[in-house]
Structure formats: structure tokens, C-alpha cells
């Protein structure tokens, strides 16, 4: 029998899967300890290397780091309070905007978001590669960032992230505190591959 201690965080999975996705998941403690700027542009350029759609790579990204300050607080700006109870424990935070149309022929470009979140996907999994987690959140006030930042109408502003290595539960709120410490929860995969017709289980 194993002796390993169970990681609580670590997703329980039917099959046997990379541990850098198994690992990952979205922390609201964050250290103090700031990672380098070597260390953002990294992820930064694993977001850069992701697919998209026509190969548009409409993502952009605003970079706050705490300790430069202006920057870092006019994104926090930005997040909603809810999120700002924790994100601002974050030493980066960023803006994901994305880019709406084409720019080979101005057309609407239906899958920017989806790209996105395809580069999210490639960051958040760099940073767990170097043991730093990401904490997505839909939880911001797109207009604030708008005025804030000079983002132009071309773009959409999409959601704002948090940056960090972990920091310990206690540091947080009761209530941040239970789901720090929660069991991650999926929907069972029977539910979300299907062949033949709709609904039924691909297995
Ligand atoms: C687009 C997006 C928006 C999210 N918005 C928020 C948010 O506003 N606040 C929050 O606490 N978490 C937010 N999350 C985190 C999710 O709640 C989290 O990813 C989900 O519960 C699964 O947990 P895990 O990432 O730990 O596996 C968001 C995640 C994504 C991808």
C-alpha cells in the first residue's frame, strides 16, 4: 500500500494522466514571493505558442507586477470584490483581451475566445512546469479596464488572472478557506463524449 499522502488539490482521475494536469488547479493563496520577470515572460510566451483559429493569436495580455505598483493597482482595479478579497494576496495579476474580428479581412472572428482560452491553457500549464499556479477569473468589471487601460473597441476585455506561487490556506478568509481546502469536482467523463446521437455515452 501506498505510503504517499493524498494531495487533496490533485485531481482524481480515471486514467493516468501528466502530472502537470493533475497538479494544476486554481489556488487563492498566494506566496508573497514575486516570480521574476524572466519567469512572466515565459509564460507569457507559452501563451504565445498556443493554436488559434486562422492562426489570429488574438490575445493580449496586461501585465501587473505588485512590487512596480501602478500597473498592478489599476488592474485590481479593475476585479470585482469578490475576487479582490484573495486576488490581491496575487503578486501578477493580468487582463486577458482578445482581438474580435480577423485582421486578414476585418471579418468576425467566431472563436477568439476560444483561442484564448487555448493560450490560457498553455500558460497555466508552463506555470504549474514552474511550480507557479493561475487562478482564472470572469469576475471583473470589463468597462473599468477599458477606461483604465485604453483598451481599444477592436478588442474585448475577457477575464482577469491572478499569478503566484502557493501560499498557505490560513492566510485567507473562512470562507476563501473551505474552498482552498475542497475536494476539485468534475463531471464524470460518461457525461461529455458522446457517439452515435447526442447524450450518448461515448465509452
Ligand atoms: C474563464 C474562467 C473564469 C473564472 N472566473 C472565476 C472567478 O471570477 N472567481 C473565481 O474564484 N474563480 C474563477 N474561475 C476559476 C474556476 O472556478 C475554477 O477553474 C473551477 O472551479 C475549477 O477549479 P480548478 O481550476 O481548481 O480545477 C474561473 C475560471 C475560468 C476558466
Redesign the pocket.
Known amino acids: 500500500m501506498s505510503t504517499e499522502p493524498i494531495n487533496i488539490?490533485s485531481?482524481q482521475t480515471e486514467f493516468d494522466l501528466h502530472p502537470l494536469i493533475t497538479g494544476?488547479?486554481?489556488?487563492?493563496a498566494f506566496s508573497a514571493k514575486e516570480p521574476s520577470r524572466h519567469q512572466i515572460l515565459k509564460l507569457l510566451e507559452a501563451a504565445r505558442w498556443a493554436p488559434s483559429s486562422f492562426n489570429e493569436q488574438p490575445w493580449r495580455f496586461i501585465v501587473g507586477v505588485k512590487s512596480r505598483g501602478e500597473e498592478y493597482q489599476k488592474i485590481l482595479e479593475c476585479i470585482?470584490d469578490?475576487?479582490k478579497e484573495?486576488a490581491d494576496q496575487a503578486p501578477v495579476l493580468m487582463l486577458v483581451c482578445a482581438k474580435k474580428a480577423f485582421t486578414h479581412n476585418d471579418k468576425p472572428n467566431r472563436h477568439y475566445k476560444y483561442d484564448c482560452?487555448a493560450a490560457?491553457s498553455t500558460l497555466s500549464l508552463q506555470a504549474m512546469a514552474d511550480n507557479l499556479y493561475v487562478?482564472?477569473?470572469?469576475?471583473?468589471n470589463p468597462d473599468k479596464a477599458i477606461e483604465l487601460f485604453k483598451v481599444p473597441e477592436t478588442f474585448e476585455v475577457?477575464?482577469?488572472v491572478a499569478i503566484g506561487y502557493l501560499g498557505a490556506p490560513d492566510q485567507l478568509s473562512e470562507k476563501n478557506q473551505k474552498?482552498e481546502t475542497a475536494r476539485?469536482?468534475?463531471k464524470e467523463l460518461s457525461q461529455l463524449a458522446f457517439s452515435e446521437s447526442w447524450g450518448n455515452s461515448f465509452s
Not at 494544476?24 to 487563492?28: D, G, K
Request: charged share 20%; no cysteine.
Open positions: 488539490k485531481a494544476r488547479w486554481s489556488p487563492r470585482n469578490f475576487n484573495w482560452g490560457m487562478h482564472q477569473m470572469a469576475g471583473i475577457l477575464t482577469g474552498a476539485r469536482q468534475r
